[in-house]
């Protein structure tokens, strides 16, 4: 499979130099060089810029309400195990809206993807502040500027027990691909937080020139809760790590569930669980 | 011949159990039988009742005034001495103190020697639900304790005990549920329960996910997937689920709710009945998308309009809502009669992992890409709607609404649900129209809501007086049917104090009104 064949008719209605177009291929490159089918993915998205992508990315998906990327798709991996799972959103999406799908998805643990596009604002409704905004961010909605501290998003998936913990850059497209391709062969629930810098709205919060490095594959807990603590979305000193920031293999929902099990084993959904079950 | 038993104590005396032996017991003996179950919203204390209602007939309600007071505890008897019969029974508690954990055996046994039932039949009961000596001796003691004041003589009828929870369930395995998806709240939770039991043997799977948004959009995505899913919620849940069944409208992906009300607003009485969200069943969501409504009036519809929802669901790739209420979800009725053969539920779509399939909430283009196109707006909305049609005629393949009674009798009963069982037995009570076919009174019943039937119409202007019978306080019915036919119903017996009518009580009510 080559990239190309990953992309859709559809017109691109992000802004011109948006980072969203280098998460698109970003996306497109990390998934064929997962090595699987095409037929196999199945992204959903919310509602927010990076969730247009379910426009212009020639997979299966689902395009959701705001904030439910994730309940839908844990709810493909229900219905089918096998499926591979791509679930874009927000940082309003995710960490707002959404968020207490967010902590619960970290236990369940299915074998999935969550790659938020974070550019620290609501941008499609030009501007909001969402969980991540910095404090003192002033927007129309918030003229007197954002009184409280963000949330630190990789903070607390560590502390929810999240076994792939990653950050990129959306402007570094072969890191993000590369993160991405280990995303989806990792074995349980994946997080990426794609630094999505806007270019039109929280322009303060861009990581531009900021000092940013790249680690190694971490899977030692200890090293996790420093990385993680190192950049607090707030405060503008200190450097940014990007990449696999924690690691760690554990049971997977359909390990946990014997009808999940059997229909991993054979290979099948349940609208074939005939095959599982006979 | 009925008798009105109210078993009382309180909760974790093992009150549902008497009745349950009980039941078992009259159910063998050819009985039909009908328990309702007062509970209050705590596990331990407080008081809890039972009414079991026996008859050699069909019943499907109890009486409010009562032939045996089973009285586990003397506050049972202060709230309730003054609706037993003149003639009537109280079995005490005194006599049983010492049986412990035994002591609603104990009663059980008791009961069935007053009801004139053998000591022989009680104890094979006893040993098939228990096989423990104590439990043996205490049924034994319990009986000889009692006086015979009955004489119950063994019925031919064969009769099956199921509560509208469990017939739900069996629905859904009829119709081969893949998924189903909850979070506790009462009167749902039963349902939730029978299916968690029976996953495993059934090929089910039951999940719990954090919250009811996550339970409808979870949903949408294992459907998506190509399983066949259900969810169930009371009315709290159901708001919470409300935008998701809009999503559902624009995606066309097939979703079956099972909504059991409760009396709200708000928490409202959690433990009690009502029949007030047919109003959100027909129209929570934002937009415009059609529905089915369907609402069951005792098990054997619960089982055969469950199927019928799985069917239409997956057929038109539509939302299919249950109604059901606490009444139907928790009373055990009796009958015998089994339901018909189940539909085969096929799924009529595309799924991914061999196809490439988008499902959208967006306004889309036919390969599911979005769009803000006028042309294609209106055209899907028609689309829409035009779907609507084709689901109207295949409902008409089923029975949309029931007709009771005499069919030339002046006054007309309308009523849904679990008003079902009372209506017949309180129209039976005054003139056996139900049973003879001739008298005054003639009872519909509405089973779908939505789409609702033309019928529906007809039968009122056949009619010379016209009763609705609801569990809420505004006859949410009644506006429905004045909405689609212009006719205004003026005689209401409205019930909305969280209580479920007593036959007797409606009885009474519908000769204030009838002609």
Not at chain 1, 105 to 134: C, E, K, W
Not at chain 1, 198 to 226: G, M, P, Q, W
Request: charged share 25%.
């Amino acid at each position: 499979m080559k990239t190309q064949e990953l992309a859709t008719k559809n017109q691109i209605t992000w802004c011109a130099g948006c980072l969203n177009f280098m998460i698109l291929e970003s996306v497109k490159r990390a998934i064929v060089n997962s090595g699987f089918k095409r037929e196999d993915f199945v992204m959903t998205a919310d509602i927010g810029c990076g969730s247009k992508i379910y426009d212009y990315l020639n997979i299966s998906g689902i395009y959701g309400l705001h904030g439910r990327s994730l309940p839908i798709g844990l709810g493909v991996k229900l219905g089918n195990p096998n499926l591979k799972v791509l679930s874009f959103a927000g940082d309003g999406g995710v960490y707002s809206e959404g968020i207490s799908h967010f902590i619960h998805a970290a236990r369940y643990n299915a074998d999935m993807v969550l790659i938020v596009h974070d550019n620290r604002n609501f941008s499609l409704t030009t501007g909001q502040p969402t969980a991540t905004s910095q404090q003192g961010y002033k927007s129309k909605a918030s003229p007197l500027g954002v009184a409280d501290p963000p949330l630190n998003p990789l903070k607390l998936a560590l502390a929810c027990g999240v076994g792939f913990i990653a950050r990129c850059d959306a402007r570094d497209i072969n890191h993000t691909a590369e993160i991405l391709e280990k995303a989806i062969k990792h074995r349980g629930f994946s997080f990426v937080e794609i630094i999505q810098d806007c270019r039109v709205f929280n322009l303060e919060a861009s990581i531009k020139d900021r000092a940013t490095y790249k680690i190694k594959d971490n899977k030692d807990k200890k090293i996790a809760e420093k990385l993680v603590n190192e950049f607090d979305y707030n405060s503008k000193k200190g450097k940014i790590p990007l990449g696999v920031l924690y690691k760690e293999e554990k049971p997977i929902l359909a390990d946990k569930w014997p009808q999940l099990k059997k229909l991993m084993e054979k290979k099948v959904g349940w609208a074939e669980k005939n095959l599982a079950f006979s | 011949m009925r008798l009105n038993i109210l078993i009382g104590g309180k909760a974790g005396q093992g009150i549902n159990k008497i009745s349950q032996i009980v039941s078992n017991i009259l159910a063998r003996y050819g009985y039909f039988t009908f328990n309702y179950r007062d509970y209050q919203s705590l596990i331990r204390g407080g008081h809890n009742f039972n009414i079991l209602s026996v008859s050699d007939n069909r019943i499907g309600s109890v009486e409010s005034k009562l032939d045996i007071i089973v009285a586990l505890d003397d506050n049972t008897i202060e709230i309730h001495k003054n609706k037993l019969k003149e003639n009537g029974i109280i079995i005490k508690s005194k006599e049983f103190e010492n049986f412990g954990k035994n002591l609603n055996v104990a009663f059980s046994g008791a009961l069935i020697k007053t009801l004139g039932i053998s000591k022989k039949i009680l104890i094979e009961e006893i040993e098939n639900q228990f096989n423990d000596k104590e439990a043996n001796e205490a049924a034994e003691k319990g009986f000889e304790s009692a006086e015979k004041k009955f004489e119950l003589k063994k019925l031919n009828n064969k009769i099956s005990v199921m509560s509208g929870s469990e017939a739900i369930a069996n629905g859904a395995i009829n119709s081969n549920i893949d998924l189903y998806l909850a979070y506790p709240m009462t009167p749902a939770t039963n349902v939730m329960h029978e299916l968690a039991a029976k996953q495993l043997e059934n090929n089910l799977m039951v999940f719990q996910p954090e919250n009811e948004i996550a339970v409808a959009n979870m949903a949408l995505g294992a459907s998506f997937a190509g399983a066949k899913v259900m969810v169930g919620t009371s009315g709290g849940g159901f708001d919470l689920m409300s935008e998701a069944l809009s999503f559902q409208g624009m995606s066309e992906i097939p979703l079956v709710v099972y909504l059991a009300s409760r009396p709200g607003p708000g928490t409202g009485i959690p433990t009690y009945t009502s029949q007030s969200d047919l109003n959100i069943a027909l129209r929570s969501g934002h937009g415009e998308f059609p529905r089915i409504v369907i609402a069951p009036g005792n098990p054997i519809e619960c089982i055969e309009k469950t199927n019928e929802a799985f069917y239409l669901s997956q057929k038109f790739n539509v939302l299919s809502i249950i109604l059901s209420d606490k009444h139907l979800a928790e009373s055990e009725f009796s009958f015998d009669k089994k339901p018909a053969k189940p539909i085969k539920v096929k799924l009529n779509r595309k799924i991914p992992g061999k196809d490439i399939v988008k499902a959208s909430s967006y306004e889309h283009g036919k390969f599911g890409n979005t769009t803000e196109s006028a042309e294609i707006a209106k055209q899907n909305a028609e689309e829409r709607l035009k779907k609507y049609e084709l689901i109207k005629k295949e409902c008409e393949k089923f029975e949309m609404i029931k007709i009771y009674g005499n069919p030339k009798a002046k006054n007309l009963i309308i009523g849904w649900g679990s008003t079902k069982g009372v209506i017949l037995d309180a129209i039976d009570s005054i003139d056996e129209s139900i049973k003879t076919k001739k008298g005054n009174y003639k009872f519909l019943q509405v089973l779908y809501m939505k789409p609702l039937s033309n019928q529906i119409k007809k039968e009122i202007q056949k009619s010379e007086n016209v009763i609705l019978v609801e569990n809420n306080l505004t006859g949410q019915l009644g506006r429905l049917i004045r909405e689609k036919t212009g006719f205004k119903i003026k005689n209401k017996i409205l019930k909305y104090d969280g209580r479920m009518f007593y036959s007797d009580e409606l009885k009474e009510k519908i000769l204030e009104v009838a002609k």
